[in-house]
C-alpha cells in the first residue's frame, strides 16, 4: 500500500469518526446510515490495498471482535452502534497493528471516562442538549472509537513502524 492511499483513506475515515463523536455525544447513538459509510470506505480500500491473505486475516480478526462485542451488547456493556462500528474498524486496521489499535483504544477509553465526568461535573445539572452530558445513566463508547481512531489514523502508521522496528 502507498503512503498516498493510506493517508487518503485517513482523510475520508478521520470526518466520519469525527461525526460518530458527535452524534454519540449528542444522541447517545452511533446512526446507520454513518456505519454505512464506514462500510463503503472500508470495501473501497481494501479492494485495492490488501492481498486476499491480509482481507482473510482482517475478516477473522473483525468476526472476533464481532462476536466479544455481541456478548457485551447482549450483557447491556454495550450499544448496537458501537459494535457494528468497531467490526468495521476492525477491517480497516492491518493484523499486524491490531495490539497498537487495542492500547490506543484502551488508553481512549480511559480518557473518554474521565473527560466525561469532568463534563457531567461541571454541567451538573444545567439542562444541555448534549444527552452524553445529562444522561448520566450511559457511556457514549463512539468517543473513545472515535478518538482511537482518529489517533490510529493520524500516527498508527508512524508508531507501529517505530514500535516494530521496521
Known amino acids: ?3 498516498l492511499f493510506e493517508v487518503s483513506v485517513g482523510w ?4 466520519l469518526l469525527l461525526a460518530v463523536i458527535a452524534y454519540d455525544m449528542r444522541f447517545m ?3 446507520n446510515w454513518l456505519v ?4 463503503i470506505v472500508a470495501v473501497v480500500s481494501l479492494a485495492f490495498s490488501v492481498t486476499w491473505v ?3 486475516h482482517r475478516l477473522f480478526a473483525a468476526t472476533a471482535v464481532f462476536l466479544v462485542s ?3 451488547f447482549a450483557a ?13 474498524l476492525t477491517l480497516m486496521i492491518p493484523v499486524s497493528a491490531l495490539s497498537l489499535f487495542g492500547v490506543i483504544f484502551s488508553l481512549s477509553i480511559f480518557a473518554s471516562v474521565a473527560t466525561l465526568y469532568v463534563m457531567r461535573t461541571v454541567n451538573s445539572g444545567a439542562r444541555t442538549r448534549w444527552k452524553a452530558i445529562s444522561d448520566r445513566r450511559g457511556f457514549p463508547l463512539g468517543l473513545a472509537i472515535g478518538i482511537a481512531g482518529i489517533v490510529f489514523a493520524l500516527f498508527g502508521p508512524t508508531l507501529d513502524h517505530f514500535l516494530s522496528g521496521r
Open 29 to 31: 447513538r452511533i446512526p
Open 70 to 72: 455481541l456478548l457485551l
Open 76 to 88: 447491556r456493556l454495550m450499544g448496537g452502534g458501537d459494535v457494528k462500528l468497531l467490526t468495521v
Open 12 to 15: 475520508l475515515v478521520v470526518p
Open 54 to 56: 491480509e482481507l482473510l
Open 36 to 39: 454505512t459509510l464506514f462500510v
Open 1 to 3: 500500500m502507498t503512503l
